[in-house]
């Protein structure tokens, strides 16, 4: 089964602060792409981060970077420097499969000043 | 660019009308997506098109139909709308359909079927 667990539904954090929020999947491939995407309240949803799988390097862009545990199957994202305007849902993804992107089920964030 | 655009914005029906979602997107790319949102589930595939002239089902696909009219634009059609298909809808779309490729999203459509 190709599933990812977001296993908390609400995080908060203070402005300037730092967070993680948790992400782990379940495959059985070796080959695949793990994202992270952002659904602010306008609803729509950006691209945060992505991951391949066959790299070891954690990506990184600006504030944002994952921890990829790839024999934990765990990729976490990390936020830095919180600021307001990143309060959003955050859904953590992956595709083994092509055009079968698999999402967990969110975790609200609400930065607060 | 307006990226990929979605009507409508909301939509209420009745139980067993039907209606279409239009999605159309103007950055040239090969592969379209329709998703449904609920609570608590995050996103799910209901259909997608790789290229166009081609269809395949997703993840939930029962009690929808999909059109790939053209490259630009694909859409959702409920022949005979549910409550258990009151949901957020999105569109989206990826330029070659690979693993790594980005999926743009549309604003999203709030349907409600009472």
């Known amino acids: 089964a190709q599933t990812v667990t977001q296993s908390q539904p609400e995080m908060s954090v203070q402005e300037a602060e730092t967070v993680t929020l948790s992400c782990t999947y379940d495959t059985s491939e070796n080959n695949y792409y793990l994202f992270w995407y952002k659904q602010p309240p306008s609803r729509q949803m950006i691209l945060v981060i992505r991951?391949?799988?066959?790299?070891?390097q954690n990506a990184t862009e600006n504030r944002f970077s994952v921890n990829f545990q790839k024999a934990a199957k765990s990729f976490s994202l990390k936020i830095s420097d919180s600021q307001l305007g990143d309060t959003a849902m955050y859904f953590c993804?992956?595709?083994?499969?092509?055009?079968?992107?698999?999402f967990g089920a969110g975790t609200r964030l609400t930065v607060k000043p | 660019n307006a990226g990929v655009t979605q009507t409508p914005k909301f939509q209420v029906l009745k139980t067993g009308q039907s209606m279409t979602l239009q999605c159309a997107q103007d950055m040239n790319h090969n592969s379209m997506y329709w998703y449904r949102q609920d609570p608590g589930m995050g996103l799910r595939l209901i259909y997608y098109?790789?290229?166009?002239?081609?269809?395949d089902k997703g993840e939930v696909p029962n009690g929808y139909n999909v059109s790939r009219l053209n490259k630009r634009e694909f859409s959702l059609r409920l022949e005979s709308a549910a409550p258990s298909q009151t949901s957020v809808y999105f569109c989206a779309s990826s330029e070659a359909g690979q693993l790594r490729d980005e999926q743009f999203f549309g604003p999203g459509t709030r349907l409600t079927v009472l």
């Open positions: 993804a992956f595709m083994t499969y092509v055009n079968d992107m698999r």
């Open positions: 098109s790789a290229s166009e002239g081609t269809t």
């Open positions: 991951q391949e799988a066959y790299k070891q």
